[in-house]
């Protein structure tokens, strides 16, 4: 069974940078849909980013859009964010989550398999 596991999250002051990465074990991603998504506390989950499998096409959410980038390597299985120009109101859990098939969405309930997450803090 496929397993998705973040890595990269970490303490970071406003205007940092971070780069995560979503490594999938036991299975093979590269026809999957790879979407991350973050959740601040009391806040609802948001979509930050989208990638099709051939990695042709990106979609991101509005309130990143022009700082992060989402890429993937199939080779390795893995799928990356890197975020620039951090703010503090990027601190949330972020989760990579995999679906099967060729459209991307937004809406998170559309992806099938999901990792436990990993911190990202951006201080003022």
């Known amino acids: 069974q496929v397993q998705l596991v973040e890595s990269g999250g970490g303490l970071v002051q406003a205007g940092g940078s971070l780069r995560l990465s979503c490594a999938a074990s036991g299975g093979t991603l590269s026809r999957d849909v790879m979407g991350w998504f973050r959740q601040a506390p009391g806040k609802e989950r948001e979509f930050v980013a989208a990638?099709?499998?051939?990695?042709?096409?990106?979609y991101y959410g509005n309130s990143v859009k022009g700082r992060f980038t989402i890429s993937r390597d199939n080779a390795k299985n893995a799928v990356y964010l890197q975020m620039n120009s951090l703010k503090p109101e990027d601190t949330a859990v972020y989760s990579c989550?995999?679906?099967?098939?060729?459209?991307?969405?937004?809406?998170?309930?559309?992806?099938?398999?999901w990792g436990q997450g990993t911190q990202v803090t951006v201080s003022s």
């Open positions: 989550a995999a679906r099967y098939g060729s459209a991307a969405y937004s809406q998170s309930w559309k992806y099938d398999l």
């Open positions: 990638i099709t499998g051939s990695g042709g096409d990106t």
